[in-house]
C-alpha cells in the first residue's frame, strides 16, 4: 500500500522557520506531482503549495506566497516545504498528498485530485 509520510513539524516561535519533509517507501515520487495541504483545527483542509512532477511548476496559496518554498529532491525521492517567518496562523497539521491533477491552475488543490495522503505532521507557531 502507498503510503506518504510527513516529517519535520514541531513547536517554533513566531517570526521562525521550518523544513517539512514529505517521503515515501517503496513509491518513487519522482513520477508525481505533490500538494501540500494543512488543517487547522476546526478548520477544513486547504491547499498550501505543491510542485509538477517535472519540476517546471509551483503554486501556492495566497497565505503563504514570498514565505514558503517547495521543492523536491529526486535523489533521495523526498519533497521539501521550507516554511519562513512563520505566523501563529500557520499553526495546523499539514500532509503532503499526489497531485492526479499536476498541480496546474485550472486544477489547483483540488482534494478530489489528489490519490494518495500521509498522516500529516504538526506545526505550532506559538511564543
Known amino acids: 500500500q502507498v503510503q506518504l509520510v510527513e516529517s519535520g513539524g514541531g513547536l517554533v516561535q513566531p517570526g521562525g522557520s521550518l523544513r517539512l519533509s514529505c517521503t515515501a517507501s517503496?513509491?518513487?515520487?519522482?513520477?508525481?506531482?505533490i500538494a501540500w495541504f494543512r488543517q487547522a483545527p476546526g478548520k477544513e483542509r486547504e491547499g498550501v503549495s505543491c510542485i509538477s512532477n517535472s519540476n517546471e511548476i509551483t503554486n501556492y496559496a495566497d497565505a503563504v506566497k514570498g514565505r514558503f518554498t517547495i521543492s523536491r529532491d529526486n535523489a533521495k525521492n523526498t519533497v521539501y516545504l521550507e516554511m519562513n517567518s512563520l505566523k501563529p496562523e500557520d499553526t495546523a497539521v499539514y500532509y503532503c498528498?499526489?497531485?492526479?491533477?499536476?498541480?496546474?491552475?485550472?486544477?489547483?488543490?483540488?482534494?478530489?485530485?489528489?490519490?494518495?495522503w500521509g498522516n500529516g505532521t504538526l506545526v505550532t507557531v506559538s511564543s
Open positions: 517503496e513509491f518513487t515520487l519522482n513520477y508525481y506531482a
Open positions: 498528498a499526489t497531485d492526479t491533477y499536476g498541480c496546474y491552475d485550472l486544477f489547483l488543490f483540488r482534494v478530489d485530485g489528489m490519490e494518495y
